[in-house]
């Protein structure tokens, strides 16, 4: 078997919740450029480059940033992404089972409905958590590091602050909504998805559950996700990233992409979406299962030695 075999005693709330935070920000620093290069993307068209700078696909904005900003600036906004991770992924995935469970009353094989709706409720709960962290390493990712370009903010702590004050409570929470559904069709797809296919894969023998069986789970899980919540995360990148008064509301920013920038406008930054959404879910769950089994290890060992 590749990796750590399955406990057979299943983890308690405790350790999901902290596998699921420490491989998420695993995944989070592994494919964090990715990730800018997708903001990046999705917010051209909004305003008129710096400089005429124009970005082209993702590796293309990459080798942009790089020539341009240095290196560093593909993880701008990392320390805010990591601190998201720690209260997001925690809720969203470590949650995951156990709501299922409450919902189907503890009954095994829960239809796909319930899986949906536990992913929906984990998904909105980590939104309404961890707002804060997604709307400052959306800020961070976007702006520029250029001479004689004035930086939006010089540290997570003080970009805090500074929307705090500027925007009030309001400001830290901008794009609740947006971003409710985007992470609720994005955790209840990408668990739903990587539910089904793992379940298929072992139902019908094709692979033990190890490595490969997880890596292919996320893989497919990735490629749905991204195709179905491509349009909302661009709304939900635009609006976050917005000075006050741009926009009305998320509907609005929606409206103004479509009447101005067409239809494709919402799938800006689709390959690099699904590249970092592929490659972070690869990540995240491989980490997820064997931190989680590491995790059991250790704790059956210290359970044996009182």
Request: glycine fraction near 8%.
């Amino acid at each position: 078997m590749v990796g750590l075999k399955p406990s057979d005693v299943p983890p308690p709330l405790g350790v999901k919740m902290a596998s699921a935070g420490a491989a998420a920000c695993i995944a989070d620093i592994v494919t964090f450029p990715l990730d800018t290069a997708k903001v990046r993307l999705q917010i051209q068209g909004e305003k008129k480059g710096v400089e005429g700078i124009r970005y082209r696909g993702v590796f293309g904005t990459i080798s942009t940033m790089i020539r341009t900003e240095g290196p560093k600036s593909l993880y701008n906004g990392l320390v805010a992404g990591l601190q998201r991770q720690l209260c997001f992924a925690s809720i969203r995935i470590g949650l995951y089972d156990n709501v299922k469970n409450f919902y189907t009353g503890g009954k095994d094989n829960p239809s796909v409905l319930i899986r949906i709706l536990a992913g929906c409720t984990t998904g909105a709960m980590a939104v309404s958590f961890a707002q804060p962290t997604d709307v400052v390493k959306v800020r961070f990712q976007a702006q520029m590091n250029l001479d004689g370009v004035a930086r939006r903010y010089n540290g997570t702590m003080q970009a805090y602050k500074h929307i705090f004050q500027n925007e009030g409570m309001r400001g830290l929470w901008k794009g609740t909504l947006p971003n409710i559904t985007r992470n609720a069709l994005v955790n209840c797809t990408e668990l739903v998805t990587y539910d089904l296919i793992k379940e298929a894969i072992l139902r019908h023998n094709l692979l033990s559950d190890n490595l490969p069986c997880h890596f292919v789970s996320a893989f497919g899980a990735g490629f749905v996700t991204t195709v179905i919540a491509s349009p909302v995360d661009v709304v939900k990148t635009r609006y976050m990233n917005s000075p006050p008064g741009q926009y009305k509301s998320a509907i609005n920013c929606a409206w103004t992409m479509l009447t101005k920038e067409g239809p494709t406008a919402f799938y800006k930054g689709f390959v690099p979406s699904f590249l970092r959404l592929g490659s972070w879910n690869v990540v995240m769950f491989v980490s997820f299962e064997q931190i989680k089994r590491a995790m059991m290890v250790s704790k059956k060992r210290m359970e044996a030695t009182n």
